[in-house]
């Protein structure tokens, strides 16, 4: 047990590495998903645990040294209070989704793929869990290509019900590249002017570089600028953020309804993280924030993605495609947290990834049961399943709600967070558009609540009953716990506020 | 956990639930136990505070944690006995008249809007007020929506559309204030209580007051006050013959109660409340529909109650809230007597009725005691109330004269309350029994209502005489009620009877003059609900389906079912922002991205 404690930040990653890779051999039938369930299962207790010592406990970071190389030389994994609810994020959704996927993928996926699915599927928490604990930029880099690499398996395994699954994964292979190569291109250049690749110790050598800017002889301005453009625009792309979201409303939309709802929940998540990651604790405020003004760009960019994304999503019809523009702009918002730059900002972010993520995961799973029964998710298909599908019309509304922003409603919580960061620095346009894009989710939220409660079934169409319980209950779990965390505050805003104050340097 | 604890909003929301899933026999039971429940929850609250401090001004019962704050979901202001009291017997009697019908949505919609409402008569922090305000919106557009016609669908997205901006305005509102209040350091930044900074701060707007201008805005759009009168007149009349009756009680009525808690002595308020008087005669005299005359009085009623809530001394806040009771029995009866007409003949027009005092004898009856009661003709209980209200006025008018402050406003304002005493008396106490009926005979011959339509109205019509000859037992639960024995000599006094009369009989007498010209035709008023109508279509047909036009090209085809302009028209500028383009193009957003960083960092900012 003591063995299992010690390593268990590893066993986060290589877990579901040994797994996939054992499934990919050996995962005939359904013991693919047996395997998946049970190596997110025991992710999601591992996480948990990480976060439980971070948040509660204390100290409020946990340090492995992967085969006990000291630091600034081998790769370390650094458990924070941030990355603790990130990666407890992408545990829950993960392993909820892969409860839901056993049955949701078996019309979408020829049965002799299926091992190959779960094995892609298990890589890709992988990526995204690997992403979230490192605290080395290379290792963050492979990572980040795994995670994409098997995100454009998985999303071209949609092709079985629509040939434009694979013109997605191809859009989105050439664009997650160009992100990646960004990435790596500005890790390249701050590696040139520190020697070093560890976040901490990037960030300890910068220090000593920017002191030098204010005396008569500054070294390495320009590099150290052009590296962090680079490394913004490669996780801007990875983050799905106005203006570079363009690969993600179809990705979503032509994807396999489970890899959907993980995408969703996981994904863009992960690339926040990366982005107050590297903003906060490797280039520091001072520079991005104060000396580069980097919040203004980003809060137009999330301001931009909040109208646009808004808007596209009230005129889509398929309700799949209204859901993946409704990120667009539900992104927005965590970055304009980002940018705030005081507490209650980064509060908003972090409980805006974790909210967003149980909302717009229930949502797109209710989705899946819709595209399940009725073979469809254009708003057509939603008509009148408010008397047939109760259930997961009940989940999708609730989850809607969420995106509103409707008191005791998770997203309620974060909004609030959000309003008041903007008003803190005093940025009266930015929390208006932030109310504005409340009414404009209500009206795309509202577009398919009229189809489902008052549309009628369109004539002639098939019979349709109530989602099978295996998609069902994971629905239902979602949904009720974006309720709860609605209700009942407490934890994410002590989760967030020791993250915030953790990365902003305050006293807890 | 004991009973202080759970917000009397809660049990009717809960009931709502129940309602919902349960088969027709509990519903019945339902309806009828939850009000009960409910009110004797609130009144354990309410004797709680009183007990604690006699004035009971704002005492808090119960609290609870949300976000770091400490919210007051069991708060009892001053005038919270009085609204909780209404909107509990409200609902009871209320689910009583729409219990034979089978629309098991439109009840428990109704306790959720109920709920909502109590919700927000025991809020003492704005975060719960926020809350019971929206759960409102929500059951109010459900029950609109449970009417199931075009029009009725129609004029609840407008409702809601306009709703939910309120409901936006007001939280803007709270987050601002609280923000500001926070950042100074205040210990409590989100109670809600009196705004007495408004009083004087209303003539001017800055970012110091910003967040309470905003709430107030918020507040108002529910009240119906100008330029938002338009959604009482255009909304409810579309709704269910119950539904209707819920809608004329708890919106407008939980606007004033937040007004008269956060806003009292905000002279504002009383421009409005005369602008709201004239305005609600006006449209009520021209209209046809004799639930759209009733909805269109609602709006002259509730300027009485602005008035009271604006001049702000205790006689005039008791007799706002005072009216307010008074008022919602009254215009529950008068809708619950159109809705009976309405459930029997199935027409809603004066001039297809007429006549139904043949075989609708009960509905009759109660439909002029509340024409009266609205008239505030002696013995009812629109006299004990309005009575109130107007002497306040006069008495504000003394004080001030005799301090030497200019009352020029007083005195305008009870002249136009006592011209508009006299209008309410022609439209809604002459005319909707007149024309319904009496008048010609349009040869129907309905029977009276389901027992339990005959038992609700008669219940309101009974209380709407014992208020009238026994108000004391209203004037002890009032907001300033240590003040109420005074009261009854307010009321009845010689020279006020007089006057009442003489009033009511000459606007009964140029009713009858003037009755040729007084006929409708049969048409539509187009009334300033053009905005909803006309304006905002336009706006969406003219600038916001050109830019999400624009914004897409690929999908013609969802374009064709988008009302308005056909394809063709100039894009703008915006047109390309968010289409799907083909890959190459993304890749050179991308660089220009790359580009718009390296330009900004190196050349627009000097620093670097």
């Known amino acids: ?508 | 956990m004991t009973i202080n604890d759970i917000p009397p909003g809660v049990v009717l929301l809960v009931a709502a639930v129940l309602m919902a899933v349960l088969p027709a026999r509990g519903r019945w039971f339902v309806a009828l136990a939850a009000p009960v429940l409910a009110l004797a929850d609130a009144w354990v609250a309410i004797n709680d505070a009183w007990a604690a401090d006699a004035a009971g001004v704002a005492r808090y019962v119960s609290t609870w944690q949300f976000l770091g704050m400490t919210l007051r979901p069991v708060t009892v202001h001053a005038p919270t006995a009085v609204f909780a009291t209404i909107f509990c017997l409200m609902t009871g009697v209320g689910g009583l008249y729409a219990l034979h019908h089978n629309r098991r949505f439109e009840l428990s919609a109704a306790l959720v809007y109920a709920g909502g409402a109590l919700v927000c008569v025991f809020a003492g922090d704005l975060i719960t007020l926020f809350v019971g305000w929206e759960i409102m919106t929500l059951g109010s557009t459900t029950i609109l929506w449970c009417a199931r016609t075009e029009g009725a669908s129609r004029a609840g997205l407008r409702y809601f559309a306009l709703h939910a901006l309120g409901g936006v305005l007001l939280l803007a509102g709270i987050a601002l204030h609280a923000g500001q209040l926070n950042a100074a350091g205040h210990a409590d930044p989100l109670a809600f209580a009196h705004f007495a900074e408004m009083i004087e701060g209303w003539t001017s707007f800055g970012w110091h007051n910003a967040g309470l201008w905003l709430m107030l805005i918020g507040m108002l759009v529910n009240a119906g006050a100008p330029p938002f009168s338009a959604w009482i007149g255009d909304a409810y009349p579309e709704a269910t013959e119950s539904g209707t009756v819920f809608l004329s009680a708890f919106t407008t009525k939980t606007a004033v109660f937040t007004l008269m808690v956060g806003f009292a002595g905000v002279e504002l308020l009383i421009y409005l409340g005369l602008w709201m008087a004239i305005y609600g005669i006006i449209y009520a005299i021209l209209e046809n529909d004799m639930r759209r005359i009733l909805a269109y009085s609602i709006v002259n009623q509730v300027g009485f109650m602005l008035v009271g809530v604006g001049v702000g001394t205790k006689l005039a806040i008791d007799g706002a809230a005072a009216h307010a009771f008074a008022h919602i029995i009254y215009k529950a009866l008068l809708m619950m007597s159109a809705g009976s007409v309405l459930h029997a003949t199935g027409r809603r027009k004066c001039t297809q009725l007429g006549g139904l005092y043949r075989t609708m004898p009960v509905t009759m009856w109660c439909g002029i005691i509340g024409a009266l009661a609205i008239s505030s003709f002696p013995l009812t209980s629109g006299f004990t109330t309005k009575s109130m209200i107007l002497s306040g006025i006069t008495e504000q008018a003394d004080v001030m004269a005799r301090i030497g402050k200019p009352h020029d406003l007083m005195i305008a304002a009870w002249f136009i309350l006592e011209a508009a005493s006299a209008g309410v008396f022609l439209h809604a106490g002459i005319k909707f029994p007149w024309f319904v009926f009496f008048q010609k005979d349009s040869g129907l011959r309905p029977a009276d209502p389901p027992w339990n339509m005959q038992t609700a109205m008669v219940i309101f019509a009974g209380l709407c005489l014992l208020l009238g000859m026994f108000p004391g037992p209203l004037y002890a639960i009032l907001p300033y009620k240590a003040e109420a024995a005074s009261y009854a000599g307010v009321v009845y006094n010689y020279e006020y009877l007089l006057s009442m009369f003489g009033l009511l009989l000459f606007s009964g007498l140029a009713f009858f003059v003037l009755l040729p010209m007084l006929k409708r035709k049969e048409m539509i008023t187009l009334d300033t609900d053009w905005l909803y109508r006309r304006f905002f279509p336009t706006v969406w047909r003219e600038v916001i389906v050109p830019i999400l036009r624009g914004l897409d090209h690929a999908q013609k085809t969802v374009l064709e079912k988008l009302p308005g302009r056909p394809m063709g028209e100039p894009r703008s500028p915006l047109a390309r922002l968010g289409t799907e383009w083909a890959v190459s193009v993304p890749v050179f957003v991308v660089t220009l991205m790359l580009v718009i960083y390296l330009v900004v960092y190196f050349v627009v900012l000097p620093t670097a």
């Not at chain 1, 299992?4 to 499934?23: D, E, K, R, S």
């Open chain 1, 1 to 508: 047990m003591e063995l299992i404690q010690l390593h268990l930040p590893a066993l986060i990653v290589v877990l579901p590495l040994v797994t996939g890779l054992l499934t990919a051999l050996l995962g005939r039938g359904g013991r693919g998903w047996w395997i998946s369930l049970g190596a997110t299962g025991a992710v999601l207790a591992a996480t948990l645990q990480l976060l439980a010592q971070v948040v509660y406990q204390g100290p409020q970071t946990v340090t492995y040294l992967m085969g006990n190389w000291p630091m600034p030389y081998g790769i370390g994994y650094v458990v924070d209070p941030l990355n603790a609810a990130v990666m407890a994020t992408v545990a829950l959704i993960g392993f909820v989704v892969t409860l839901y996927a056993g049955r949701s993928m078996a019309p979408e996926i020829s049965p002799d793929r299926a091992r190959y699915f779960w094995a892609v599927w298990q890589f890709c928490l992988v990526g995204l869990l690997g992403i979230t604990i490192t605290g080395d930029a290379f290792n963050f880099y492979v990572l980040l290509e795994i995670s994409s690499l098997s995100t454009y398996t998985l999303i071209a395994m949609g092709h079985g019900r629509d040939r434009r699954a694979l013109t997605a994964a191809i859009h989105y292979l050439v664009l997650g590249t160009i992100g990646a190569c960004c990435y790596l291109v500005g890790i390249a250049y701050l590696y040139m002017v520190t020697g070093s690749l560890n976040f901490a110790d990037i960030h300890a050598r910068l220090a000593d570089i920017y002191a030098t800017w204010a005396t008569d002889a500054p070294v390495y301005k320009k590099t150290i600028i052009a590296g962090f453009a680079f490394i913004m625009v490669g996780l801007s792309l990875k983050l799905a953020l106005f203006p570079l979201h363009v690969w993600q409303p179809n990705a979503y939309t032509y994807a396999p309804a489970a890899v959907s709802a993980l995408l969703a929940g996981t994904a863009t998540k992960v690339g926040a993280y990366g982005m107050i990651r590297i903003v906060y604790s490797v280039m520091g405020t001072d520079f991005a924030f104060t000396f580069l003004r980097s919040d203004i760009l980003l809060a137009a960019c999330a301001l931009m993605a909040i109208l646009v994304g808004s808007l596209q999503a009230i005129k889509q019809t398929n309700a799949k495609k209204l859901l993946a523009y409704s990120s667009v702009g539900q992104i927005g918002y965590i970055a304009l947290g980002i940018a705030a730059n005081n507490v209650a900002g980064l509060q908003a972010a972090v409980i805006h990834i974790f909210n967003h993520a149980l909302t717009k995961g229930a949502m797109f799973m209710a989705l899946g049961c819709v595209l399940y029964r009725t073979g469809g998710v254009r708003l057509e298909h939603l008509r009148g399943l408010g008397r047939k599908m109760p259930l997961t019309c009940a989940a999708f509304l609730v989850g809607g709600m969420g995106l509103i922003g409707v008191p005791l409603t998770s997203g309620f919580v974060s909004k609030w967070y959000l309003v008041q960061s903007a008003l803190e620095r005093q940025w009266l346009a930015p929390a208006g558009v932030v109310l504005v894009g409340s009414i404009l989710a209500l009206v795309y939220v509202g577009r398919c609540a009229e189809a489902m409660y008052f549309g009628q079934r369109p004539e002639n169409s098939p019979e349709v009953r109530e989602a099978p319980l295996s998609m069902l209950v994971p629905t239902l779990l979602l949904a009720a716990a974006s309720l709860y965390f609605g209700i009942d505050s407490g934890t994410t805003s002590r989760v967030s506020e020791a993250a915030a104050k953790f990365l902003l340097g305050v006293a807890p």
